[in-house]
């Protein structure tokens, strides 16, 4: 337990120290409570979990450490490799057709002059419903029978039925469709945030060089919302590449392994043999993840480090 | 019984009067014992009423123990959370196939020597004590409960396809026609199948079994996959006809164990494998409605290995508790699940109780005990059976003809897991090559094997 709560003293002090040289002893004070949440519910945990990674544990007898052979077991594992084409195969659909449509629906909303804040309401419902209630809705939606709801509704028009969550080839844009749905309302917020932020004095400009409504979204508009899209574009690959619930619930990844995600491999690692799991396994493939999403994080701002300048 | 003062006065003296000190004295090592107990989710109201009931019954016979329900119900995917987290209850139930490797681990606590001083601890069928006991002999777990796979069917569905519902098939052939029939006539699923969440390889192996098959050979210590079998390619390629083909298996692939007993209950499947038991979950968690169930021995091929799938369900004790806990727990078990099997008075108590909330009494199952105990405890109930007997009759009449084979020794749940994709792929690709997939599993499942 010692060696596992390590990595929390080195953070601790460190931040503690560059506090009380701003503020005094109070600063510190105010500091302790979300130190100590941070520390407990996230540091020691990220700690344990890289110990863990290195060793061989059921949580219930004592642990071994076994080196680098979770990693190993990890990458020797040829679901692994179905698991990552999944997972970017989501994040792919999830940037084509999850990035645009908050963007597109809150240039429309901010142009509308009635009912804003219906729309936004309505942009914003999905949100608020439970993700679990939202997944165990769109199962019914996405029943494969010619009753299910959308299969219905296509049928009106001579479509159908689709095999919706039933067929490897449409069970992912399947889920990115809901998980779109689901999560596009927050993103639509901050863009009609950024949005009022762009002076009108830009659109009255290019008015009176009678730029066209599009000359004015490409020219104005987006150049404005620049530092904002650079942010939700690194948030989105971030987001989708930890797609769990969609995967997990709506399908367990299958049909045949076509939607297991690496998050799900790695609960699958974790808990699916229901005799104590790998959980070495899923420690070392959930810091291998991390520590990819990090460095990706990284070069993506040190690429896009001028652009956000306007 | 809450009341903690009471209860640790009934405990410290064994049920005289006892002066306060005492008791306060008493209750840090005694106590009042709060014992947390599995309740199957989803009941309907009747079903938690009979249960608080026996609750109640429990408490009053056993002063001193509290009982807490809660809801519990074992899945692959959720215990392993659990039972890392700490969040099982004391008292709970695990399939055969965990006994012994959370023996091993001693994941469960040791409860063999109170569980050898109750009366008919050595009474057990042999095979079924098996699954809870240490490599030792010691009963760890309790077995509480056996089943045989069974062909469950839907008799209001093969009355509009113009089927008997009297003469459910008897022959894989059979199922194929009928369930083709089905979907025809009704545009209902013929025939539907578990595919997730372990329970694909476990119905996988079930078909596997009945076409003369077996999944896995033990020499000595060494175990062998055998999954890529004629037999194995034969139930694939059933499946793969009657879904291709026939297109007899409607439309949902991706179904679970409450998935398809909904899908079932709710008259949108006209036949599927599962435990000969399942009466009472379909009834008590899927409001099934009794006029339309049906349920037939599992058809086997004309094959001297052919044989029934058979499993059952231990009750297991926290390794956490304390050896109070420990004693409250197994005289909970022993009140609960089993006594109602060997005691005559137990169990015309469960069955009333269970009969006046309207609750099945009298679902079929494999014995425990002897054959002898477990047709004497159905004449002590004979009275209170309240389920359909004869819809029952196709399997209760020839259920104990039927070679049974249990499930496969090692790495059970984990071959299973491997099996879903399997079977998944025969439904959901229609240019699924068989031989391939079987070869892959085969080769996967050595790997976990000779890992293990």
Same mark, same amino acid.
């Given at each position: ?14 931040? !503690? ?86 963007l597109v629906?809150a240039v429309l909303m901010s142009e509308v002059r ?66 779109? /749905? ?9 863009y009609l945030?950024a949005l009022t932020g762009v002076s009108t004095d830009l659109y009255e400009a290019a008015e009176i060089d009678r730029a066209s409504i599009w000359r004015k979204v490409w020219h104005v508009t987006m150049p404005q919302l620049r530092g904002v899209l ?79 300048k306007s | ?48 009423? !009979? ?9 009053? *016979? ?18 392993? !959370? ?89 022959? /894989? ?155 409250? *727990?197994?005289? /909970? ?109 085969? *080769?996967?499942?050595? *790997? ?5």
């Amino acid at each position: 337990m010692a060696a596992e709560t390590r990595p929390v003293p080195l953070v601790l002090p460190r931040r !503690a120290r560059v506090r009380i040289r701003g503020g005094g002893l109070s600063t510190l004070v105010f500091l302790i409570p979300l130190l100590l949440v941070f520390g407990v519910f996230s540091w020691i945990p990220i700690g344990r979990a890289v110990v863990m990674s290195f060793q061989e544990t059921n949580l219930v007898t004592p642990s071994t450490f076994v080196g680098l052979q979770n990693f190993r077991d990890v990458l020797a594992d040829p679901l692994l490799w179905t698991a990552v084409k999944n997972t970017l195969y989501f994040a792919f659909l999830a940037l084509l057709f999850g990035y645009p449509v908050p963007l597109v629906a809150a240039v429309l909303m901010s142009e509308v002059r009635r009912f804003k804040s219906l729309y936004s309401a309505l942009a914003y419902l999905p949100v608020v419903i439970p993700p679990v209630v939202a997944v165990l809705l769109w199962k019914f939606f996405y029943d494969a029978g010619p009753t299910g709801v959308f299969n219905t509704i296509l049928g009106y028009v001579g479509i159908g039925p689709v095999s919706w969550l039933q067929d490897s080839a449409s069970v992912m844009p399947s889920l990115v469709l809901e998980a779109t /749905w689901a999560a596009a309302g927050g993103t639509v917020i901050i863009y009609l945030a950024a949005l009022t932020g762009v002076s009108t004095d830009l659109y009255e400009a290019a008015e009176i060089d009678r730029a066209s409504i599009w000359r004015k979204v490409w020219h104005v508009t987006m150049p404005q919302l620049r530092g904002v899209l650079l942010i939700t574009f690194i948030l989105q690959i971030v987001g989708t590449a930890q797609v769990f619930l969609e995967p997990f619930l709506f399908t367990d990844g299958g049909p045949a392994n076509s939607t297991t995600t690496l998050l799900l491999l790695i609960y699958n690692y974790a808990f699916a043999n229901s005799l104590g799991g790998e959980y070495g396994m899923a420690t070392a493939l959930s810091i291998m993840l991390a520590v990819v999403l990090g460095l990706l994080s990284v070069l993506y701002f040190r690429l896009t480090r001028g652009w956000s300048k306007s | 019984m809450k009341s903690l003062t009471a209860a640790a006065l009934v405990v410290a003296v064994g049920l005289t009067a006892c002066s306060s000190t005492d008791a306060g004295k008493q209750a840090t090592s005694t106590g009042p014992v709060t014992v947390k107990v599995a309740r199957d989710p989803g009941l309907d109201k009747g079903a938690i009423a !009979a249960f608080d009931q026996r609750v109640a019954q429990f408490e009053k *016979a056993n002063p001193g123990i509290d009982i807490v329900p809660q809801e519990y119900n074992w899945t692959a995917t959720t215990f392993t !959370a659990q039972l890392a987290g700490g969040t099982l209850p004391d008292v709970f139930t695990v399939p055969f196939t965990d006994g012994r490797g959370l023996i091993e681990r001693k994941q469960i606590a040791d409860i063999s020597g109170l569980v050898g001083g109750l009366p008919y601890a050595s009474k057990f069928n042999a095979n079924v004590a098996k699954a809870g006991q240490a490599e030792d002999g010691k009963m760890w777990a309790v077995p509480i409960a056996a089943y045989g796979q069974a062909l469950h069917y839907n008799r209001t569905l093969f009355k509009q396809a113009g089927l008997d519902p009297d003469k459910p098939p008897a022959t /894989w052939d059979e199922v194929r026609t009928d369930a083709k029939q089905i979907a025809d006539k009704t545009g209902k699923a013929g025939y539907a199948e578990l595919t997730t969440d372990n329970t694909g390889g476990w119905i996988l192996t079930t078909l596997d079994y009945a076409f003369g098959g077996r999944t896995e050979k033990l020499d000595s210590d060494k175990a062998t996959a055998e999954l890529d079998t004629p037999e194995m390619t034969a139930v694939l390629q059933q499946l793969k006809d009657m879904r291709w083909t026939d297109n007899s298996m409607g439309s949902n692939f991706l179904y679970d164990w409450n998935g398809i007993n909904q899908a079932f209950a709710s008259g949108q499947v006209g036949m599927y494998v599962s435990g000969g038991g399942n009466y009472g979950s379909l009834v008590t968690q899927n409001a099934l409605k009794p006029v339309d169930y049906g349920v037939t021995v599992l058809p086997l091929m004309d094959k001297p290995d052919a044989g029934v799938l058979g499993g059952g369900t231990l009750a297991t004790v926290s390794a956490k508790s304390d050896d109070a806990v420990k004693a409250a *727990a197994v005289k /909970w078990i022993d009140f609960y699940y089993l006594k109602k099997l060997t005691d005559k008075d137990a169990a015309v108590l469960d069955a009333k109780t269970t009969a006046a909330s309207k609750q099945p009494v009298g679902a079929p199952q494999l014995p425990v005990f002897d054959r002898a105990t477990y047709d004497e405890s159905l004449q002590w109930v004979a009275s209170y059976v309240n389920v359909p007997q004869q819809q029952l009759k196709p399997y209760t009449d020839k259920m104990f003809d039927q070679q049974l084979v249990t499930e496969p020794v090692r790495s059970t749940q984990e071959v299973y897991k491997l099996l879903d994709p399997v079977v998944q792929a025969v439904l959901t690709k229609k240019d699924a090559d068989i031989a391939d997939l079987l070869k892959k599993a085969d *080769a996967e499942a050595q *790997a976990l094997l000779d890992r293990n």
